[in-house]
């Protein structure tokens, strides 16, 4: 496809286990990014990757959390311990590249629920 | 540091009306400002963008909003408001000065319903 996915849509989770997160981006956009999306509330910055350049971290809520990505395509989130206020939709997100003048382009959410 | 306020919770009008979203920024250096709409169970859609230049921005299903640099605002408007307009609106800041952070800052969101 020509969008962003994200797999998978739903994980329903028990307190204290990991979960991992996946998403492929818009082939050729070098930029990616992470996002958490409570209910009823805006978008929270978790992380972002710009080609081979050292990711920007600062929005990761706890070392609990974590991604990678495999050069410039395929991203995992990673969430360690899970938490039941880690109940939220992971949005993902990329870029044609980090110029903070172009668009992201967002896949549909992994809706993640910790019980 | 920068920051979006969305004021309005929810804004419902009647088709056929003309529609406005409110949206507040502030950002220490130049602000990219994007709207983006999310219809339910679905990822956010981009509907538009101000960068520089006109401050009346253009967008998809005729939506437009006004840059306007002394109120620090940015609001979404739409001429004529469709019943399928309804969805849940972001607003969205970044800062355009070179080596600012590349994330986008986004707003709480307003619920459009726009009634039959």
């Known amino acids: 496809g020509a969008g962003v996915s994200q797999s998978p849509s739903n994980k329903v989770t028990e307190k204290g286990k990991d979960v991992e997160l996946r998403c492929d981006p818009i082939?050729?956009?070098?930029?990616l990014y992470w996002y958490r999306q409570r209910l009823g509330q805006g978008l929270e910055f978790l992380i972002y990757?710009?080609?081979?350049?050292?990711?920007?971290k600062s929005g990761l809520p706890s070392d609990r959390f974590s991604a990678e990505r495999t050069g410039e395509s395929v991203s995992t989130l990673t969430i360690q311990r899970t938490q039941q206020e880690d109940s939220a939709v992971y949005l993902c997100?990329?870029?044609?590249?980090?110029?903070?003048?172009?668009?992201?382009?967002f896949g549909p959410g992994t809706r993640l629920t910790v019980l | 540091a920068q920051s979006v306020a969305q004021p309005e919770d929810q804004v419902k009008v009647a088709e056929g009306n003309p529609l406005t979203v409110k949206c507040t920024y502030s950002?220490?250096?130049?602000?990219?400002l994007f709207w983006y709409v999310q219809y339910p169970n679905r990822g956010l859609q981009f509907l538009l963008k101000?960068?520089?230049?006109?401050?009346l921005v253009k967008g998809s299903y005729g939506f437009e909003a006004e840059f306007n640099k002394s109120q620090t605002s940015f609001h979404l408007k739409k001429p004529s408001a469709l019943v399928s307009d309804s969805a849940l609106y972001f607003c969205?800041?970044?800062?355009?000065?070179?080596?600012?952070?590349?994330?986008?800052?986004f707003g709480s969101g307003t619920q459009l319903t726009v009634l039959p």
């Open positions: 997100a990329s870029s044609v590249d980090g110029s903070s003048y172009n668009e992201q382009f």
């Open positions: 082939s050729g956009h070098t930029a």
């Open positions: 969205a800041v970044r800062d355009g000065t070179s080596g600012s952070a590349r994330q986008l800052t």
């Open positions: 990757f710009q080609g081979n350049s050292a990711p920007d």
């Open positions: 101000y960068i520089t230049g006109d401050n």
């Open positions: 950002v220490s250096g130049n602000p990219y």
